[in-house]
C-alpha cells in the first residue's frame, strides 16, 4: 500500500508539473501573441521580405539640336558566386583555364596563370568564397555583352556564377566643353547621386525622376521579387549651348591661355535678341597637371575690377546727360594727370594731347574719360552712380545658375569713397563686375537698349515630349534714349576701325567693342605687384549685330604681353570669325550667286560631263560658248540653258550650292573639308562662306532640298 502511494504521489507531482509548464506556454504564447505580436510578426516579415529601391534613370542634358552633353550611362562591376548551385567542381575545373586566359586578354592586367590561381584559391581555399570580386575595373553594356560569351559566364548565373552589379555613371560626352555650367553630381543617400552645381543642381528635381520599389521574398532561400512600383524617368534638359560654337569658343580660349602662359580666362557667345547662352567656356590652370581645364565657372562667378571695358557705362552717363558731344575736346596733356596725390597714365607713352571726346573713347585714354568724368560728376557724385545704377550695373542678374559673383558700385559715402573714387571708377577700377554682368551691358547696346536675362535653357522633355517651355525675360527695356545708343554705337565701331582694336577688323563683316587691361590687386601684395586682366567685350556683325561676346583672360605672362587687344582681341576675332561663317543667316548670298539660283533641272550647278549627259536626255538645248572649266553654273535663257565657267580654288571654300551631293561631296572633301548633310536633292546652303578661308579638317554643313 506504501509503494502504491508512493507511485501515487509522483505521478501526480508529474501531472502538477506537466500542468504548470502547459500553462506557462500557453500564457506565453497568449502574451506574444497579444502584446508582442506586432514586434515579431514585424521581425520575421524583415526575416523573409525587403523593399529595394529601384533608382530612376536621370534624365539627360542636351545641346540645343538634341546632342548629348550629359547623360547616365549604366556600368557593370563583376563578381562571381563559387557556391552557386550549378557550379559543380567538375564544371569549374573544365573552364578555369579557359576562362582566366580570356579574363587576362580582356582585362589586361594580369597573366593568365595570375588569373587562374585567383579562381582556384576562391574556389577551393578561401571561404568566404561568395560574390569575390573579378576586376576592380566597371564595364559598359557591350563589354558585359562580350564577358557574357566567355566560358562559365556564358552559363546561366545559377551554373556560371556570374554576378553583375549595374551602377549609373554619368558622363559628359563633350569632354571639357561647358563643363562647370553644366555641373556635376555628389553622393547622397546611400548610392544616389544628387546635382549640386550648375545646371545639374539647378535642374536636380527635374532630372531625377521618381525612384520605384521593388518587394522581395525569401523562397526556398532565394530572394524573387513579387510586387514592384516602377520608377518615373527623370525629364530632360535642352539647353541654348550650340556644341559647334562652344568648341569654337573652347579652342579658342585654350591656345590663347597656352600661348600666353596665362592664368585662367573665360569666354561668352551670347545671342543678341534672347540673351541665350550660346557657348560659356571656363579654363584654369590645374598646377599639379601643367594643363588647363574647367576648375571653376569664371564667367557667372568671377567678380573683378573690369578696367577700360567699364568705359563704356562712363560715356554713357556723360551722353545722357548731355555732358558732351562726340566731337567734343579734351585735352589729355602728356597722358598723366595728377587726382589729388594719385597720377592717372595713358598706356601711350606721351599722352594724345588735344583729341575728341570720341577718339578718347576710341583710344581707350584713362586720363580722358577720367577727367571727363571728374569734370562734369565731381560736385554731384551721386548722379554719376546713379546713372550707373539705372544701367543695372549694380544688380545681379538674377541667374538660375548658382554662385553668380556680386556686383560691386559703393555709393558716395559708404565705406571705400575718397576723393579719387569717381575717376578711378570711370575706368573700371574700384568696381566689381563678373564677365557675364559685362557682356549683359554690351549685350544691351546690341540690342537697342534692351537688357535680356542670359538664358541657358530653351525647354524641359519628357521622352521627346515638351513639357516646359523657357521664354526670354526683358530685365530693363531701355536702358538709354535712342540718341545716346546711336553715338555709343558709333564709339564701339570706332574702336575696331580707328582705336585699340584694329587688328580686329575684318572686310566680311563689322565688329563693333571695346578693349579692356586692367591691373589686378594681388589680395596680399595690392597693386604694386603686378598682374594684369586681358578682356574685349563686343558684337557683330556691327551693323546688325547677331551675337555679342566677350573675353577674358587672367595673368597672362607680362613678358609676351598683358593688353586686350593683343591677348583677348584674338580669341573674340577667332569666334566672330567662325560663327559667322557656321551662320549662313548672317551673310546673304552674293549677288551672282543670287542670279543662278533659279528654277532649272535638279542638277542645276555641277560637273560639266554629267550635266551634258542630263540635258542630252533631255533633249535641252545648252549654250556652252566660252567654257573651259570642268565645273560649271547653269541658268535658264527662254528654252536653253546656259553653262558659266565655275572656278574651284582648294585655298578657299568652293560654293557647291545648286550642286547634287555627288559633286558636292566630290568638291568639298577634295578640299580638306569635313563634309555634314541635312536634306535632299540639291544643295541650297552651305555654312561655311564661298570664297572665305579655312583649314584643312573644318567642318562644313551643307543643306539640300
Not at 2 to 10: H, L, P, T
Not at 41 to 52: E, H, L, N, Y
Not at 410 to 423: D, H
Not at 528 to 544: C, L, R
Request: hydrophobic share 35%; proline share 4%.
Amino acid at each position: 500500500m506504501q509503494i502504491k502511494n508512493d507511485i501515487m504521489w509522483r505521478v501526480g507531482v508529474c501531472y502538477t508539473l506537466i500542468l504548470l509548464f502547459a500553462f506557462c506556454v500557453v500564457g506565453r504564447v497568449v502574451y506574444l501573441q497579444v502584446f508582442e505580436g506586432e514586434k515579431w510578426r514585424g521581425r520575421a516579415q524583415s526575416i523573409s521580405k525587403k523593399d529595394i529601391t529601384v533608382y530612376a534613370n536621370r534624365g539627360d542634358i542636351c545641346a540645343e539640336d538634341g546632342r548629348l552633353l550629359a547623360s547616365s550611362i549604366p556600368y557593370y562591376e563583376l563578381r562571381m558566386d563559387f557556391q552557386a548551385p550549378g557550379l559543380t567542381d567538375v564544371v569549374f575545373k573544365k573552364n578555369v583555364d579557359s576562362l582566366a586566359l580570356c579574363l587576362s586578354k580582356f582585362f589586361g592586367d594580369k597573366s593568365k596563370s595570375a588569373y587562374h590561381r585567383m579562381l582556384w584559391d576562391a574556389k577551393f581555399h578561401s571561404k568566404k568564397n561568395r560574390y569575390v570580386l573579378i576586376n576592380n575595373k566597371k564595364i559598359n553594356y557591350n563589354e558585359l555583352k562580350q564577358i557574357k560569351t566567355f566560358p562559365l559566364f556564358r552559363l546561366s548565373p545559377n551554373k556560371g556564377g556570374l554576378i553583375c552589379s549595374q551602377e549609373n555613371k554619368r558622363v559628359q560626352p563633350h569632354i571639357n566643353l561647358a563643363t562647370r555650367t553644366i555641373g556635376y553630381l555628389n553622393k547622397g543617400n546611400g548610392n544616389e547621386l544628387i546635382g549640386k552645381v550648375g545646371l545639374e543642381g539647378l535642374f536636380e528635381n527635374e532630372l531625377k525622376g521618381i525612384n520605384g520599389i521593388s518587394m522581395m521574398q525569401k523562397m526556398s532561400g532565394k530572394w524573387l521579387p513579387v510586387n514592384q512600383a516602377d520608377p518615373k524617368d527623370g525629364n530632360d534638359i535642352i539647353t541654348t549651348i550650340d556644341v559647334n560654337f562652344q568648341d569654337v569658343a573652347q579652342s579658342a580660349l585654350l591656345q590663347q591661355l597656352q600661348a600666353y602662359h596665362a592664368d585662367h580666362g573665360s569666354a561668352i557667345l551670347m545671342e543678341v535678341e534672347t540673351g541665350a547662352i550660346k557657348a560659356i567656356a571656363n579654363l584654369g590652370l590645374n598646377q599639379k597637371t601643367n594643363t588647363y581645364e574647367e576648375i571653376y565657372n569664371y564667367a557667372i562667378g568671377e567678380a573683378t575690377e573690369p578696367g577700360s571695358t567699364f568705359k563704356l557705362a562712363s560715356m554713357m552717363a556723360l551722353l545722357e546727360d548731355g555732358y558732351v558731344q562726340p566731337d567734343d575736346s579734351i585735352d589729355t596733356g602728356n597722358g598723366v594727370h595728377r587726382f589729388y596725390n594719385d597720377k592717372m597714365r595713358d598706356s601711350h607713352i606721351g599722352g594724345y594731347g588735344k583729341i575728341t571726346v570720341q577718339e578718347a573713347f576710341e583710344k581707350s585714354s584713362n586720363v580722358g574719360v577720367s577727367k571727363l568724368v571728374n569734370q562734369y560728376y565731381k560736385d554731384k557724385p551721386r548722379n554719376f552712380i546713379n546713372r550707373l545704377y539705372e544701367f543695372r550695373l549694380n544688380k545681379p542678374l538674377d541667374l538660375d545658375i548658382k554662385g553668380e559673383g556680386i556686383p560691386k558700385i559703393k555709393y558716395p559715402g559708404e565705406e571705400g569713397w575718397s576723393g579719387i573714387s569717381l575717376p578711378w571708377m570711370s575706368i573700371g577700377y574700384e568696381v566689381q563686375q563678373t564677365p557675364l554682368q559685362t557682356l549683359s551691358l554690351y549685350n544691351a547696346i546690341a540690342n537697342n537698349g534692351k537688357m535680356m536675362k542670359p538664358m541657358f535653357v530653351h525647354k524641359i522633355k519628357y521622352h521627346g515630349k515638351v513639357l516646359k517651355h523657357f521664354d526670354e525675360e526683358v530685365l530693363k527695356n531701355s536702358l538709354c534714349s535712342r540718341e545716346t545708343l546711336r553715338k555709343i554705337k558709333k564709339m564701339l565701331e570706332g574702336v575696331v576701325l580707328r582705336g585699340t582694336a584694329t587688328n580686329l577688323r575684318n572686310s566680311s563683316y563689322s565688329i563693333a567693342g571695346k578693349t579692356g587691361t586692367a591691373q589686378i590687386a594681388d589680395k596680399n601684395k595690392g597693386y604694386g605687384h603686378k598682374v594684369y586682366q586681358a578682356s574685349f567685350a563686343g558684337y557683330f556683325p556691327a551693323d546688325n549685330p547677331k551675337y555679342s561676346c566677350i573675353v577674358v583672360i587672367n595673368s597672362p605672362d607680362k613678358k609676351k604681353g598683358f593688353y586686350g587687344n593683343q591677348v583677348a582681341g584674338p580669341v573674340f576675332k577667332t569666334i566672330a570669325d567662325k560663327v559667322y561663317a557656321m551662320t549662313y543667316a548672317m551673310h546673304p548670298p552674293k549677288q551672282d550667286e543670287q542670279e543662278y539660283e533659279v528654277k532649272v533641272p535638279i542638277s542645276l550647278n555641277g560637273n560639266k560631263e554629267d550635266l551634258d549627259k542630263v540635258f542630252k536626255e533631255l533633249g535641252v538645248t545648252v549654250d556652252e560658248k566660252d567654257i573651259y572649266s570642268d565645273w560649271v553654273l547653269t541658268s535658264r535663257q527662254d528654252s536653253i540653258i546656259k553653262y558659266k565657267n565655275r572656278s574651284i580654288n582648294n585655298h578657299l571654300v568652293p560654293n557647291v550650292k545648286g550642286m547634287g551631293l555627288q559633286d558636292a561631296l566630290y568638291i568639298l572633301e577634295n578640299a580638306g573639308l569635313k563634309v555634314k548633310i541635312n536634306g535632299f536633292g540639291s544643295v541650297t546652303k552651305q555654312s561655311l562662306r564661298p570664297g572665305s578661308n579655312f583649314q584643312s579638317g573644318d567642318q562644313i554643313y551643307i543643306e539640300l532640298s
